[in-house]
């Protein structure tokens, strides 16, 4: 019975060391930033916000998902009214490497496997260099469960996004609903 005993508090041991190093070994990606611009903390709740669009690439799908205050500007008719969008505004751009959904009866191409999380805030105080706007890009690793910013500083995405400057630096509209 003793034995039975031991043996029952060794497993019991065994199991609590498993679950401790598999919580300690997975990411906590909300401790992430990019250096010298976003921090990934200031999204968090972004996988429940409002979607904005979708677009498609040749080897990838893309969700835009915006916060309240932004998805609200729009509604308002920005930025095609001429306006900027508010201070606050948030739009994350999710991607993913696509495929064939093998179960649908005709083509279609569904998410796969997580390519990266690309941010987007404005806040004209903490980045006046940029008219307001800060981006961070976050890639995914598969093999790990892990993310890692893929750029550093907050004018990343800048250059690219000084095209739509007349749009407010946002490449994504709002479509009818």
Not at 26 to 54: C, H, I, M, R
Request: with cysteine.
């Amino acid at each position: 019975m003793k034995s039975k005993h031991i043996m029952t508090i060794a497993f019991i041991a065994v199991v609590f060391a498993i679950v401790g190093i598999i919580a300690f070994a997975e990411q906590d990606k909300y401790t992430l930033q990019v250096p010298n611009g976003l921090a990934f903390s200031d999204f968090k709740g972004y996988d429940t916000w409002q979607d904005v669009a979708v677009s498609e690439t040749e080897g990838s799908v893309k969700a835009m998902l915006a916060n309240p205050t932004m998805i609200e500007a729009y509604r308002e008719g920005i930025p095609d009214n001429g306006k900027p969008f508010p201070e606050g505004s948030k739009i994350v751009k999710i991607e993913w490497i696509k495929k064939k959904n093998p179960e649908s009866p005709y083509f279609v191409e569904v998410p796969d496997t997580l390519k990266s999380l690309s941010f987007i805030e404005k806040d004209s105080k903490r980045f006046p260099d940029t008219h307001g706007w800060a981006y961070a890009q976050f890639v995914y690793d598969p093999g790990s469960k892990t993310f890692k910013p893929s750029v550093t500083g907050s004018q990343c995405g800048y250059a690219c996004h000084t095209r739509v400057a007349s749009k407010d630096y946002i490449f994504t509209a709002y479509p009818l609903r």
